[in-house]
């Protein structure tokens, strides 16, 4: 079974920046897209950023590009979220997931693996 572990979040204010990770167990963490969701009050769950297995190809929400790099280290079973230039539209709980088939998807349902989230708060 795989877990996914979030960790990173915190308070910040505006123009700052947070790193979030999420460290993998339980499975082949090297063959998975990886892709990093957020869930702000009263909406739904919105794609953020996406990494394949090599790190090769990486997608990214238009409402984060330029700001947000996703990356990953496969030695260490850990995806990151680098969040620079933060913005109270930012203000969400943020989770990783995981797709063991490996497609390059931006839909939440082809990730099978979620993690528990961790609370990302942006003042102004």
């Known amino acids: 079974q795989v877990q996914l572990v979030e960790s990173g979040g915190g308070l910040v204010q505006a123009g700052g920046s947070l790193r979030l990770s999420c460290a993998a167990s339980?499975?082949?963490?090297?063959?998975?897209?990886m892709g990093w969701f957020r869930q702000a009050p009263g909406k739904e769950r919105e794609l953020v950023a996406v990494?394949?297995?090599?790190?090769?190809?990486?997608y990214y929400a238009d409402s984060v590009k330029g700001r947000f790099t996703i990356s990953r280290d496969n030695a260490k079973n850990t995806v990151y979220l680098q969040m620079n230039s933060l913005k109270p539209e930012d203000t969400a709980v943020y989770y990783c997931?995981?797709?063991?088939?490996?497609?390059?998807?931006?839909?939440?349902?082809?990730?099978?693996?979620w993690g528990q989230g961790t609370q990302v708060t942006v003042s102004s």
């Open positions: 990494i394949i297995w090599t790190g090769a190809s990486t």
């Open positions: 997931a995981a797709d063991p088939f490996g497609h390059y998807s931006r839909g939440s349902s082809s990730y099978d693996y």
């Open positions: 339980g499975g082949t963490f090297s063959s998975y897209t």
